[in-house]
């Protein structure tokens, strides 16, 4: 029996769970407690991405490779859902001489339901031992002493479960379930004592880049650091991890003046984001933060919550290093999109969301050669409501299918005769990213034209460049069908974003749509006409035609005319208009093209 044999008896032999991972993370061996613990999971040479999420395999390769590296580590690990383990790793050499690691689960306990039951079961305990040590304090002072002994170890294990579950291992703040009791206890304060406090989320900028260029050791110490300063700041009286690169604090509240909380909270903020010291670098750092109060803002820890999270995502959208602080306004537009959210589904089923029509103009002639539809939804409260807005909130709902069926329906039917008669070449049409990419999107698309008696010849489909890079291969079997049918494939919104030139030149495009953020610097920015003219010369080598969208001025029209653009799109020549709208429009310009 070699060593190794040996040492696995004695590892199948401990009544805690042993395993043993080489320099890939992957696991290698496992006692029989091990082998329980996983539940029967072929775990062998596989690694934690196989069994958990990306955000603990990022903690658990964080402790192995400072084991690697020659550290032992005694750390506290979420394994499963609510459940931590205590798990010590120290170095192991290979007979080969490669790298590895040997790590023993000391304890686990399993947070929330189950802590609340060990707790009580050691309450029960300390209560009975209490009892006990009383009548036997009368008859033995030795007995007296062993039950004030295991007295004593019980306070100390359930004070040590308690600790353990309630902080996180990389940073020694309160963690997310630490943070939530505190959260609690807080809101029972102002019920008792009508003590206001604030709950903000902060969220750190550009986080992924300072791991990916200094390193994770690096990435940690920025973390600690965050969390040490955001301890030391004045009002503070709870700081947790959140997860990831997010923190959450509880602050004391001293003022219901809005612009001082907001100067209070940015003065914190300048401090918090100070340069970070590391291995010789000043590295910069920045957070984004939302802030909501109770029980101004919110009357529940979970509506405290939610505030200050839609109140980071605010101030996340708004740029980077911003405070946000949750408001009327803030609460007014929330209602709003629920709203939005309630009646999108029977806006779309009754066709209330309808499309426009924007003619595109050839160039050298300036004759309608052909429109594009454009949806645009009134809501009966609301009003018009941007296009961008109710696009998102398809997207979010899982409807932007139906709502793309329902304007290319709606649309065919509406421009069909001026298809047919020639007054247009053709009707163009957007679809969203996600269905580019969809198995069934070719024909199902075919199909709706089909019963729509549409030529597909007639049809120019609109994609943007995001749902080609997100998936090519699947973008390009729906693109390439949909061609060989005879549909124009158009890119749209060209020159916003870093163009993969290779997926261009694979997909059968007839024609590029020029974004109107590049239209609007002619005349202004030399860089945006040098791009355009770039952009003319691409189109020229793709053999494909220009679309210029955004013009509104005489300017604009020559400048891209004179550049070598085919058609023209814009305010100059007309804004989206109805089917009726159209009609007025085309009696009026008695514009046609064969």
Known sequence: MNNLEQLQQVFDAL?????????????????????????????LNKDDRDFFPADQVKVFWTEDRRVFAGEESINEEEIGPDVFALTRKVPFKFPDGSTGLVAIILASVTTTETLNSTKVNYEAEIREADVQLQRLRESSARRALELEDRLSLAEMQQKLTMTMAQTDSATGLKNRLGFEQDLAASVETYTAKGKPFGLGIIDLDRFKQINDRYGHPTG????????????????????????????????????????????GLEEAWKFVFRPVRAAGRTIEISGSVGFSVFSEDAH?????????????????????????????????????????????????????????????????????????????????????????EFFDLAHECGLSTELDALVLKTACGDVGGWLKDGTFAYLSVNVSPMDVVAPDFAERFLASLAQTGTNPHNICLEIVESAIVGDVNAARANIERLSKAGVMI??????????NLRALLDLPLDALKIDRSLIQGIGSNNKAADLLTSIMQLAKTLKVRVVAEGIETNLQSAFVTSAGCHLLQGFLFSQAMSRDGLKAWLSTSQQKVA
Request: proline share 5%; aromatic share 10%; net charge negative.
């Open 490 to 499: 158009a890119l749209d919104d060209y020159g916003t974003g870093f163009s």
């Open 300 to 388: 529940s820890a979970d509506e405290l919550m939610r505030n200050a999270d839609v109140a980071l995502i605010i101030a996340k959208r708004s740029g980077k290093g911003i405070v946000q602080i949750f408001n009327q306004k803030i609460r007014d537009g929330l209602s709003r999109r629920m709203q939005l959210v309630r009646d999108l589904p029977d806006a779309i089923a009754n066709g209330d969301i309808k499309p426009f029509y924007q003619p595109i103009m050839i160039a050298e002639s300036r004759k309608v050669c052909a429109v594009e539809a454009l949806s645009r939804w009134t809501h009966p409260a609301f009003g018009p409501v941007n296009p961008e």
């Open 220 to 263: 940690d110490l920025v973390l600690k650091t965050v969390g040490r300063r955001l301890t030391e700041l004045a009002d503070v009286f709870t700081v947790a991890r959140w997860g990831g690169d997010e923190f959450a604090i509880l602050t004391e509240i001293h003022s219901d003046d809005p612009k001082l909380e907001m100067e």
């Open 15 to 43: 009544p805690y769970p042993v395993f043993v991972k080489n320099a890939q993370h992957q696991w290698i061996y496992g006692n029989k407690a091990f082998d329980a613990l996983m539940v029967g999971k072929d775990y």
